[in-house]
Nanobody, 122 residues
């Protein structure tokens, strides 16, 4: 069993930055694709970014491309999401997930974190 614990959320002004972290406990996640997802009030959970097992290839939703960077440190069992130039529309609960790829840019998540709130004020 894998437990994912997110941290780093908070309140920031538009244009600011935050760095989210997600650490896995229970077993190594080096064999999993790691991803970040978000859910805004009244909306469905959506994909934000994913990174492959060795940390070389990353995939982003168009709305965050060029502003967010996903990275991982397998030695620390941790994945990060650096968020720059934040906008009010980035406000959401951000979730970390560990899973597998089922095709190009499609994923099945086996484990979810509890989420961390990100609020961007205008």
């Amino acid at each position: 069993q894998v437990q994912l614990v997110e941290s780093g959320g908070g309140l920031v002004q538009a244009g600011g930055s935050l760095r989210l972290s997600c650490t896995a406990y229970g077993r190594t996640v080096s064999s999993y694709i790691m991803g970040w997802f978000r859910q805004a009030p009244g909306k469905e959970r959506e994909f934000v970014a994913a990174i492959n097992r060795n940390g070389i290839n990353a995939h982003y939703v168009d709305s965050v491309e060029g502003r967010f960077t996903i990275s991982r440190d397998n030695a620390k069992n941790t994945v990060y999401l650096q968020m720059n130039s934040l906008k009010p529309e980035d406000t959401a609960v951000y979730y970390c997930g560990a899973g597998q790829s089922t095709g190009q840019f499609t994923y099945v998540i086996d484990y979810w974190g509890q989420g961390t709130q990100v609020t961007v004020s205008s």
